[in-house]
């Protein structure tokens, strides 16, 4: 039976006798009302959802009026012409899914599984940067946040825990959001769109040369000989905080003088020549522990090795040096860029992807290239600590 359906129409339906009815509007294909021998009238849709025929609730009637089914049902339509099934919207909603939490819960989960998957490292930052940022969020539906609460969020944690960390939070929901959009089809619009990035002031920082004797000094002088072979890697081989604190023994052939880091932000194993100066200075070190397995930085945490390096940052702090850990990473390709080594060059120093094809597909490097830029920079970093050009270093052959 099909019928234009407005409110008039539905209120004069009268209960069938025996089996419930399906009354279908003319106006709409796939929107109707059903009307059970009690009375109950349900507003519904019917299409092909993937080449399955789905069903689906639009509200009862006594909750909502046909023009607002109408209505509904239309948007129902189109979504389902997409192939997006409401009833799985539906199940999500009452299993929790659907909230902030659900979808942090199976966005984790799911990147475990494929092949695009999250490192350890990523997965840690991720669940530590939701719990100290977004918990508060986790039980709400996805639906219900908009562009108003997101800007207000990102203001509130960039006043109170700084800017860098608001960044990271927001960037961190908006992911999500982009996830629940394409798995779910919610929300329909990404209410971090538009956000208005703090900019960040430190990604030009590095140790200025009229602090730099003194910050080397300071740290060659740390009773805490682990704190300052630390320091002092980050800064002659240019590597990245964690890569440094996860660096293992196995990974250094102090006979071949390389070091490699299997684990990399940009999911590639990075070797590195040890120059002269790292390569005493790692040689010492393993001597000193009496020829150690595991790792080369190890500490009491439950990783194993050490996470931190508070008590150092602040002693260098209290000297009056408020240099992060990342600046002795940048401070090494800075010196490395201004010795007008080849981008290609610094990049493969720095373990970042090549992005001209000339670079990604032509330029072959072996470790043996990279030595003789690796002994320069030593020698200049080391000159610069010395305020004195140091002496020229006769290179062994590999």
């Known amino acids: 039976m099909k019928i234009k359906l407005n409110q008039t129409v539905v209120k004069e339906l009268l209960p069938p006798e025996g089996k419930q009815v399906d009354v279908w509007d003319d106006d709409v294909t796939g929107f109707g009302v059903r009307v059970t021998?009690?009375?109950?009238?349900?507003?519904?849709?019917?299409?092909?959802?993937?080449?399955?025929?789905?069903?689906?609730?639009?509200?009862?009637?006594?909750?909502?009026?046909?023009?607002?089914?109408?209505?509904?049902?239309?948007?129902?339509?189109?979504?389902?012409?997409?192939?997006?099934?409401?009833?799985?919207?539906?199940?999500?909603?009452?299993?929790?899914?659907?909230?902030?939490?659900?979808?942090?819960?199976?966005?984790?989960?799911?990147?475990?599984?494929?092949?695009?998957?999250?490192?350890?490292?990523?997965?840690?930052?991720?669940?530590?940067?939701?719990?100290?940022?977004?918990?508060?969020?986790?039980?709400?539906h996805?639906?219900?946040?908009?562009?108003?609460?997101?800007?207000?969020?990102?203001?509130?944690?960039?006043?109170?825990?700084?800017?860098?960390?608001?960044?990271?939070?927001?960037?961190?929901?908006?992911?999500?959001?982009?996830?629940?959009?394409?798995?779910?089809?919610?929300?329909?619009?990404?209410?971090?769109?538009?956000?208005?990035?703090?900019?960040?002031?430190?990604?030009?920082?590095?140790?200025?040369?009229?602090?730099?004797?003194?910050?080397?000094?300071?740290?060659?002088?740390?009773?805490?000989?682990?704190?300052?072979?630390?320091?002092?890697?980050?800064?002659?081989?240019?590597?990245?905080?964690?890569?440094?604190?996860?660096?293992?023994?196995?990974?250094?052939?102090?006979?071949?003088k390389t070091l490699t880091i299997p684990d990399t932000k940009n999911g590639e194993p990075h070797t590195l020549p040890l120059s002269t100066f790292l390569h005493k200075l790692l040689s010492d070190r393993y001597e000193r522990w009496h020829k150690p397995t595991g790792y080369v930085f190890p500490g009491w945490s439950k990783t194993g090795h050490i996470v931190n390096q508070q008590r150092a940052m602040k002693l260098l702090k209290d000297a009056g040096f408020s240099y992060t850990l990342h600046d002795l990473r940048r401070t090494f390709i800075t010196c490395a860029d201004k010795l007008n080594f080849s981008p290609w060059t610094v990049k493969r120093l720095a373990n970042h992807k090549q992005t001209d094809v000339t670079g990604k597909h032509y330029v072959v490097y072996d470790i043996d290239r990279l030595r003789e830029p690796m002994e320069k920079i030593s020698v200049e970093l080391l000159r610069m600590a010395r305020d004195e050009y140091g002496k020229v270093i006769e290179l062994q052959a590999a």
């Open 37 to 140: 021998p009690k009375g109950k009238k349900t507003f519904f849709v019917l299409a092909r959802v993937n080449s399955r025929l789905v069903r689906a609730t639009v509200g009862k009637s006594d909750t909502m009026t046909a023009e607002a089914a109408r209505t509904k049902a239309k948007k129902m339509l189109v979504d389902m012409q997409e192939g997006r099934n409401p009833n799985d919207e539906v199940k999500c909603r009452r299993s929790g899914a659907l909230t902030v939490g659900g979808v942090f819960k199976t966005f984790m989960e799911t990147r475990k599984d494929r092949r695009q998957e999250l490192t350890a490292r990523t997965q840690e930052h991720y669940q530590q940067v939701f719990d100290s940022h977004l918990a508060h969020l986790k039980g709400r």
């Open 142 to 256: 996805v639906s219900e946040l908009t562009s108003t609460m997101v800007q207000d969020l990102h203001a509130k944690i960039g006043t109170t825990k700084g800017t860098n960390i608001a960044n990271q939070a927001i960037r961190l929901l908006r992911r999500l959001l982009n996830f629940s959009q394409g798995r779910h089809g919610v929300p329909l619009a990404n209410p971090c769109k538009g956000t208005e990035w703090f900019k960040d002031g430190r990604r030009n920082v590095v140790i200025k040369p009229g602090d730099f004797k003194q910050w080397y000094d300071t740290v060659d002088g740390m009773e805490n000989e682990t704190a300052r072979d630390y320091l002092l890697l980050l800064l002659f081989s240019g590597l990245r905080r964690t890569e440094g604190f996860c660096l293992e023994w196995q990974h250094v052939d102090l006979h071949g």
